[in-house]
């Protein structure tokens, strides 16, 4: 990825400190999946890395995706919206074991009763409380005439107690934030298609919202949207 072959520190680092180091790459032009490894060096060059036997090597993997598929791809943007719970602001990528709630993007999400995808989804878990909830605010997007919202929802695979409510909501500037379309998903082996026009909303700029909501107990409630965007 157009990387340096070797970056020095900027200052002595001493066991058990933190340096911050950055590092320029430059996403390939062809779709696919591509890593860059990386290993540290003694200051006479005997290179160490991760590992019980210090020999592995570290790495930063990016999918390079086809641009133009979609007019907006909210899984590959996730990170762009705001994700937040009744508890406050989430971070983004978020952390699967924190009981806020998160938000993390899958590669190859395996969906209810071990079914494996190959496209990416999120996954978006309410707060860990009686009807807690999640949801990401999208910057303003222009819709235009003929768009349409397509989805895929419904639960992970091994949460049998799934039991939540998906809303698209939307806000047009400072207004209120209002509902386009919601549906009930538990874990049943079906899943809910999602296709909303948008014409109504054409020409103005519109916050879209993805929010999921626990009915009920947040147990399992591990909701996935399956390719989220907006297509022409």
Same mark, same amino acid.
């Given at each position: ?11 002595? %680092? #001493?066991? *058990? ?33 991760? /590992?019980? #036997? ?15 598929? &979609?007019? &907006? ?12 719970? #009744?508890? /406050?602001?989430?971070?983004?990528? *978020? +952390?699967?074991? !924190?009981?806020? =709630? ?11 009763? *071990?079914?494996?995808? +190959? ?5 978006? +878990?309410?707060? !860990?409380?009686?009807? =807690?909830?999640?949801? =990401?605010? &999208? ?14 929802? =419904? ?19 400072? *207004? ?50 399956? %390719? ?5």
């Amino acid at each position: 990825m157009e990387g340096p072959r070797r970056l020095s520190f900027s200052e002595s %680092v #001493d066991p *058990g400190e933190s340096v911050l180091l950055s590092v320029e790459l430059v996403a390939p032009d062809e779709p696919g999946r591509y890593r860059g490894s990386w290993q540290l060096s003694t200051a006479s060059g005997d290179p160490f890395g991760i /590992g019980a #036997d210090a020999e592995s090597p570290f790495w930063v993997e990016i999918k390079v995706i086809q641009p133009d598929k &979609y007019a &907006y791809d909210f899984a590959a943007s996730y990170c762009a919206a705001k994700w937040r719970s #009744d508890s /406050g602001r989430l971070e983004c990528p *978020g +952390n699967r074991a !924190d009981d806020d =709630g998160f938000a993390v993007l899958l590669d190859r999400p395996v969906i209810e009763k *071990g079914r494996l995808e +190959n496209e990416t989804a999120l996954w978006t +878990n309410p707060e !860990d409380k009686e009807e =807690g909830w999640v949801q =990401g605010e &999208y910057p303003d997007f222009e819709v235009e005439q003929g768009m349409r919202f397509k989805a895929i929802v =419904g639960c992970l695979d091994d949460s049998p107690d799934c039991d939540v409510v998906f809303r698209l909501n939307y806000r047009i500037g400072e *207004g209120e934030i209002k509902t386009l379309w919601e549906a009930r998903e538990v874990y049943d082996d079906t899943f809910t298609r999602v296709d909303v026009d948008l014409s109504p909303l054409a020409g103005e700029e519109v916050q879209f919202i993805l929010a999921v909501f626990a009915n009920g107990s947040p147990d399992d409630d591990q909701a996935f949207w399956l %390719v989220p965007r907006i297509v022409d």
